[in-house]
């Protein structure tokens, strides 16, 4: 099984741009698709962004033209680029695998236990 380890979130004010890191372990991370999640306060948590395996990606509409996913396989690493950042963005972000057909509306996290996530915040 895969475990996954977000880092890199912050404060950061309107405007600005952030890099948020998910550290994998496991020999199967270069054939899994992955996805970045958020989960606003108080809101249910989202998909925003996922990346196959091949490197074709996927982008929420709330997010597309700000937020790049990437990753690098043999980091076993994904990172998610956030510019042009809003006050909306804040939340918790978390990684996990996704499977399904490759659209936002109908990948599906693969595992039902999350990280601790990584907060960033957006001041206005």
């Known amino acids: 099984q895969v475990q996954l380890v977000e880092s890199g979130g912050g404060l950061v004010q309107s405007g600005g741009s952030l890099r948020v890191s998910c550290a994998a372990s496991g020999s199967t991370f270069s054939i899994n698709a992955l996805g970045w999640y958020r989960q606003p306060p108080g809101k249910q948590r989202e998909l925003v962004a996922a990346?196959?395996?091949?490197?074709?990606?996927v982008y929420a509409d709330s997010v597309k033209g700000r937020f790049t996913i990437s990753r690098d396989n043999a980091k076993s690493t994904v990172y998610l680029q956030m510019n042009s950042l809003k006050p909306e963005d804040t939340a918790v972000y978390y990684c996990?695998?996704?499977?399904?057909?490759?659209?936002?509306?109908?990948?599906?996290?693969?595992?039902?236990?999350w990280g601790q996530g990584t907060q960033v915040t957006v001041s206005s």
């Open positions: 996990n695998v996704v499977s399904g057909p490759f659209t936002i509306a109908t990948l599906r996290a693969d595992f039902g236990s």
């Open positions: 990346i196959a395996s091949g490197g074709s990606t």
